[in-house]
């Protein structure tokens, strides 16, 4: 065994791994959307398993919050106020050397996502909302990337691994084999409404749902880039802890069910930046407003009001809704409209605007 190996020892006598396996490992670059609670732990085990680059793109700074169920943080990170893809390859940097970790941080859009995910082998989702994961979708089956999707709030996670058709069905996994999966927009047409969706920051999280959705989202990564694509699991993962759930639901039917706009028709909605939202400065307001750009239901005041009391008071009434939530040291006020707009008040930092709306309306 070559010595530069020997750390993988254990995992070569996989079957249908082997050294062949590490060494393609070795020469992989994994793209990380996120770096919370699903991408600190993914990336922690792709760094053990030998992943030859590591791309981590993330937006967010390491919070006290953080450290209950994001692996790679401890309080020093919290103490200097550290990016969490530069706290993330600081870390890994002492669990293997030998990986080479690109910290990224930036707000993920549809501006930058193609020139993040160029030279990737596999996107893996750490993401925290379904809008950059359908532009994550899109880049993916744009260039004919897997793309491994995760999710995990409250005691409940998902996760399902696409191999994307491509135009001329000769992906690997689709020459000879025929091993495509419906896309991650095939599975969910249409983004719920703004609000209707628990997050972590709202509904709080257990760190074992976080550690099992990622380290299966890992085993699916493993699988693939090591070209054992017969291997992948073509279930929709779908569990909660605290209902003592396990559920795999069969999805291969759903290609062929759909006229999915995405993987069929070739319509790139979000990273043409025709879907999702748009940020805008308010001059002077030390604000911005976020607008949808899709068809959406209208928020529940109702119900975003009962989840967003837990952190402060809440006004709401037929044309709006309002909260204070304090990050960081920093305090913010989201003002939310029926049609989904919303204006957050006390940064001028498009990214980080979105951030807070992630956190706490969600979608």
Partial sequence: MNDDLARYHRQMLLPG???????????????????????????????????????????????????????????????????????????????????????????????????????????????????????????????????????????????????????AGDAPWESPRMLATPCFRCLFEEAPAPGSSPTCDTAGVISSAVAIVANYQVAEALKILTGNYERVNRTLLNLDLWANEFLQLRVESVYEKTDCPCCKRRQFDYLDGRAGSSAAVLCGRNAVQLRHRQDAARPDFDAIAERLRAHGDVQTNAFMLRSAVSEAGNRYEITLFPDGRAIVKGTDDAGVARGIYAKYIGA
Avoid: W
Avoid at 56 to 62: A, L, M, N, Q, S
Avoid at 147 to 154: D, E, F, K, R
């Fill in 17 to 167: 791994f082997g050294e062949g396996g590490q060494r393609r490992l070795r020469d992989a670059t994994v793209l990380l959307l996120g770096c919370g609670a699903l991408g600190s732990v993914a990336a922690d085990m792709l760094a053990r398993a030998g992943v030859g680059r590591l791309v981590i793109v993330d937006r967010d700074f390491v919070e006290l919050t953080n450290l209950q169920r994001q692996v790679l943080f401890d309080e020093r990170d919290v103490a200097e106020a550290m990016p969490k893809a530069e706290a993330a390859k600081r870390k890994l940097a002492t669990i293997n050397s030998g990986v080479t970790v690109e910290a990224i941080v930036d707000d993920i859009n549809h501006g930058n996502v193609e020139r993040f995910a160029s030279g990737a082998s596999l996107l893996l989702d750490g993401l925290d909302n379904f809008e950059t994961r359908y532009l994550a979708n899109d880049v993916a089956v744009k260039l004919g990337l897997p793309y491994v999707y995760g999710a995990a709030v409250g005691t409940t996670g998902m996760a399902f691994p696409v191999l994307p058709h491509t135009p």
